[in-house]
């Protein structure tokens, strides 16, 4: 009896022992847990909750884990039902399945497992060889995670750490690439076939499987006996059919999405609906323009009022040739879009109204010679149109008398001048610098945003900039000019435009044709489009408005039909009445008046200095003006100064067959209809005003002089050279 009682003693204390045994085994040797910490793949989203684009993790696996309310009731119970029934209640080891497995496998060549699903995430946080030791400490391990962990916890670490095929890691990427599905939304089946990959991954994999959907309805019909689901889920899960796949992971706008990764964002402000909207439009047109010598295209779109990046396509083409670079970023020659901000200039220094007459005649700056795009001149032309056909003459003439508040000064505020004014020269006005896709974008929204350019988002990334660069006066007016700018000029574009939205536009085309651009812009959107070739060769004779503008044009319009186009808000500080437009104003008379708009606080300028030689010759030529106007004039005193203008010249001459060079030079003056024009040691000769007379000079250095009726002298030197 005594030996009884001690044996019951004994008994009843044994489990306590071993309790106490096992607490101190665990301060020993705690649960190792890094494996619950390894890097996971990423995904970024877009403001939708779109998958813009997933990064794969540092070992190569791909790897999302997931919370245990994301994970479907219906997958934790079919898992459980086929590997480890009795989970909830057993604490992490199933004795009478560890004894089945035993004896069976004494008895048997087939070898089976008895490893529960604690056991298994055991095994998974800390993998190594299957040995019977090890099998001792995968045990131990169970119960620490039992001790310290809720059955739920252990589930979802189960469904975080399972392999299922490959170098898929977790339930949330089988999903992914095997159905191409976030969890919640799996089907009966579906969660069926997930449950039983971890069993023998490599064997189970879904996109490797022989008979697929014998498996599923086996998996299913299993789950049904288990009364798991009811027979109206049974029948709907056995008719659904798979083919064994995977799908591929998602990698869509790849530059953006790089530049988010690195920046740690899990949702950025990119509108992917937008982004593949406007890349289909780019794409559709690169096709029509194949055999133009044009290979690359890339574009950006830009919310004005949150002032986020919501569309970046760095190439149209990734396969393209040099399909791989950023042309978003790239900088390049920007053409004629930088003309509206040297109006918007004009227009707050009181040089230009809308209406104001413009002078496109030739003109000489120093050796700059500026030419329009088609090589000829149009002569009297509204500033509106100047601009809306984007002459060159006009903007470089008005960037000229800017002088200190000038385009290049701008930019500067803009912080997108890295050399000195003198670097650019008067070339600036008409694209003379390199800007990127993006710059260009941003510089634009500052006409949707009373002339201030404001802080931009892009990926993460903040150009964090905030500056007035105009009065919000001119940022509406210019807007208006180019909103109501003519599209004849579109060439064969132009007729796709006739019913598509009113939208703020300008096109671009650098020398040579090698950078196509349109930028269009709304009060809430800027869309800029680019086009050319990423190593700088030439396209077939294109400008931005045969190419780029369709683009842009189709965009808005799919635009208006979603959501509509927003439009300007004209401010206040803006005034409609009736002035004197002249290009050249006379005392008291008027040829043009015109109701225009004006800036309150903007007195206009009409200064005399600002009326060039070759303008003045121009006019009288023309018939504009007469030599008794010029007389008669408030500037007779400044024109008469004026010295004559020697052209068609420069400081040296290549003489290509080593002998006498025949030039054409020609001498304008202002008043009179004769000058007096001298070449070296040679007597002043009388000829008419502004009439190319042609002599042939030998090897060396030459003079001209050239003197009009009110003596004033103009003196040039050159040299003729052998060519070399």
Known sequence: ???????????????????????????????NLHMLEKQESKILKDKNEQIIAMQISDDEIW????????????????????????????????PASILRAFWHNLTSKNRVGASTITMQVARMMNPKERTYTNKIVEIFNAFQLEWHFSKDEILTMYFNLAPYGGNIEGVKAASFFYFHKDLPHLSIAQMALLSTIPKNPNQNRLDRHSNVNSLKNSLVGKLYQGGIIDKSSYKRAKEQKFSPKRYAYINQAQIYSDIAFKNGLKTSNLNLNLQNALLNFLKKEMKTLKNKKVENASAVMIDNQKMQVIAYISSHNQNAKNGQNDGVKSLKNVGSTLKPFIYSLALDNGLITPQKELIDTEIYLSEYIPKNYNKGFVGIISASDALGFSLNIPAVKLNNILAKDSLYELLKKA?????????????????????????????YTIYANGGALKPLEVAGD???????????????LTAQMLLNAPRAYLNSVWKNTLYKPKIMFKTGTSANAIDL????????????????????????????GSSAAKVVFDMFEYLEKSEGVSEFNQPTGIEKRKICVDAYELKNECKNLQTDFLIDSVKLKNDCEFYRNEELFY????????????????????????????????????????????????????LGDEIYIKFDDENFKKVKNAKTIFKSFDIGKHEVLCLDENSNLSTFEFEVVKFR
Not at 8 to 13: D, E, M, N, T, V
Not at 427 to 437: M, T, V
Not at 647 to 655: F, G, Q, R, V, W
């Open 619 to 670: 006019l009288l030529e023309s018939g504009y003006i007469t030599q008794d106007e010029v007389k008669n004039s408030r500037c007779f005193y400044k024109f008469q100064e004026i010295k004559p203008l020697i052209s068609n010249l420069d400081k040296t001459i290549i003489s290509l067959n080593g002998a006498n060079s025949r030039l054409g030079i020609k001498c304008t003056a202002i």
């Open 63 to 94: 790897r999302f884990y997931v919370n245990s309310n994301q994970i479907p009731n219906m997958l934790k119970q079919s898992t459980i039902f086929f590997e480890d029934r009795y989970f909830y209640c057993h604490f992490g080891v199933n």
């Open 517 to 544: 651009y349109t930028i269009g812009i709304s009060k809430k959107y800027t869309i800029a489009v680019w086009m050319g070739n990423f190593d700088g060769s030439k396209t077939d004779e294109l400008s931005g």
């Open 1 to 31: 009896m005594k030996f009884r009682t001690k044996f019951c003693i004994f008994l009843a204390f044994l489990p306590a022992f071993f309790f106490v045994i096992f607490l101190i085994l665990d301060s020993f040797y705690p649960l």
């Open 462 to 476: 903040i150009i964090d900039k905030n500056v007035s660069l105009i009065s919000p006066q001119s940022a509406y």
């Open 415 to 443: 912080g997108l001048t890295p050399f000195e004014k003198e670097h650019y020269g008067e070339s600036i006005a008409l694209g003379g610098i390199s800007l990127s896709l993006l710059d260009l974008a941003h510089l």
